[in-house]
């Protein structure tokens, strides 16, 4: 588990893809879970949560381009 003290949607991308499964810990946001290199949106997530699982799951499909 890697743990990001600020929020860096290209850095945490670039660790989702690299390491396709598990989860990662950024402050301000809290526990993210990722799975099939994509972050998984939380069940019980507020919307600042859900806009930044959003972008890094969009600066994920960039690197696929």
């Given at each position: 588990m890697r743990s990001f003290k600020q929020f860096n949607s290209f850095r945490i991308a670039k660790y989702v893809k690299s390491f396709f499964r598990g989860t990662l810990?950024?402050?301000g946001l809290?526990?993210?879970e990722?799975?099939?290199g994509m972050?998984?949106?939380p069940?019980?997530?507020c919307n600042n949560v859900?806009?930044?699982?959003s972008?890094?799951?969009r600066e994920i499909?960039?690197?696929a381009v």
């Open positions: 810990y950024v402050t809290g526990l993210l990722f799975q099939q972050l998984v949106m069940s019980n997530a859900k806009m930044r699982v972008e890094v799951n499909k960039r690197f």
